[in-house]
């Protein structure tokens, strides 16, 4: 059963071709690994997805629905949603706050009354908290939910960050780039909890990494991108022997 499928999917700004013709296909409750050099196209793919570009060519079906067209919002409510590759939080609210909004939108209490938390919660802010205290609690960020976001230190954000994606139960999350500036031991757990995430909540997830090792044991299924052309797609084993691949990371070594 397919969740997502791009058909020549592709976008040219001027005579950059960014995404170029790519055909991808990801199953349901597939963990995916989207992998690339810097510049690959990796994130534009992202922006195509969830509609903040329109495709100069292709199409994207969801869940069996052609949202080539679909507006952003739209996509988010049909249960699309992201992370930034540069953390997108509201710094100045609090931890828990930063959950709670991210709550689906349908909700029909307004952002600011969220912020009263003090005042006596009906039973969908109820409903809301409790969700996004037991996500926290998973996070291990359940120390800091009356801190701001903007003074925890950067892989909590970036665990807030995914959080955030997952209050409104989303099919599918896509992370660009989730342990970007994590160390070893929080990039493993972040890994770990990835795939808890994946199995309890019943999810596809989509992951940009730019570091090949670190999507090998967590990805079942890689495809990875060249100057926008998709060179390679398969089992992490299969991929990274593959003689386009290692050239491509290779060159970019050469470079660095
Ligand atoms: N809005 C844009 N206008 C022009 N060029 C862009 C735009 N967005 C991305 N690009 C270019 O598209 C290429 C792919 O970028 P990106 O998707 O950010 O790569 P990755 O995430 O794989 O590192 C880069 O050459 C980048 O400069
Ligand atoms: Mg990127």
């Known amino acids: 059963m397919s969740m997502l499928k791009t058909e020549s999917l592709s976008i040219h700004f001027g005579g950059l071709k960014a995404v170029d013709q790519v ?9 995916f690994g989207l992998i690339g ?3 690959a196209g990796k994130t534009t793919f992202f922006n195509l997805l969830t509609g903040v570009y329109r495709p100069t060519l292709g199409k994207i079906l969801f869940d069996g629905k052609d949202i080539t067209s679909t507006p952003t919002v739209e996509r988010s409510h049909l249960g699309i949603r992201r992370t930034f590759q540069n953390i997108r939080l509201f710094k100045g609210l609090t ?8 709550y689906d939108q349908k909700l029909s209490y307004s952002i600011f009354d969220t912020f009263a938390l003090n005042k006596k919660f009906d039973s969908q802010e109820k409903v809301a908290a ?5 996500l926290l609690q998973l996070f291990q960020l359940d120390r800091h939910v009356h801190e701001k976001a903007g003074d925890l230190p950067y892989g909590a954000q970036r665990k807030l960050e995914i959080i955030r994606t997952l209050m409104s139960d989303p099919k599918l999350i896509l992370l660009d780039e989730p342990a970007a500036g994590m160390n070893h031991s929080e990039t493993e757990q972040l890994m770990n909890l990835i795939r808890k995430v994946r199995d309890d909540f019943n999810l596809t997830v989509l992951l940009i990494e730019h570091d090949m090792k670190l999507v090998m044991g967590l990805c079942e299924q890689i495809a990875v991108l060249d100057y926008g052309v998709k060179i390679a797609q398969g089992a992490p ?3 990274s022997r593959n003689p386009k691949v290692i050239e491509a990371y290779l060159g970019l070594e050469a470079e660095s």
Not at 24 to 29: A, D, P, S, V
Not at 95 to 102: D, G, Q, S
Request: glycine share 8%; charged share 20%; net charge negative.
């Open 95 to 102: 931890v828990l706050e930063n959950a709670l909004i991210a």
């Open 237 to 239: 084993q299969e991929v």
């Open 23 to 31: 055909n991808l296909e990801i199953q349901k409750g597939q963990l």
């Open 37 to 39: 050099p810097n510049g």
């Open 130 to 134: 409790e969700k996004a205290l037991s």
